[in-house]
């Protein structure tokens, strides 16, 4: 099956398989494919974690994180995202973290 560009990054996720009735999506980062459905911002991928998309406020760049809970971070996502993105604190799904 060809893949056709879709969704809320069209440079990164493409049309997948239809399973229990609902669309499914493979999405790349970093060489890695990932199955998963998109909601909102968020892509929930088939073995039950989330990749989240973040926006650095000055760079305007996009960053992804593969995380357990995207509207509950882990004190150990919330440190790793930070440092990999150069910030002190998130906002994520309306929520505050901070890194300390």
């Known amino acids: 099956m060809e893949l056709a560009k879709v969704g809320v990054n069209p440079k990164s996720v493409y049309l997948g398989t239809l399973k229990d009735g609902n ?3 493979e ?5 890695m494919k990932y199955d998963c459905v998109v909601y ?3 892509y929930q991928l088939i073995d039950g974690f ?6 650095h406020q000055e760079t305007k760049r996009t960053h ?4 357990i809970n995207p509207n ?3 004190p150990d996502e919330v440190f790793q995202i930070c440092n990999e993105m150069g910030v002190k604190a998130l906002f994520v799904n309306q929520k505050y973290y901070d890194k300390n």
């Open 27 to 31: 999405t790349h980062k970093y060489g």
């Open 40 to 42: 909102g911002g968020n």
């Open 23 to 25: 669309v499914y999506f």
């Open 64 to 67: 992804r994180f593969k995380v």
């Open 50 to 55: 989330t990749v989240i998309e973040i926006q």
């Open 72 to 74: 509950n971070l882990t």
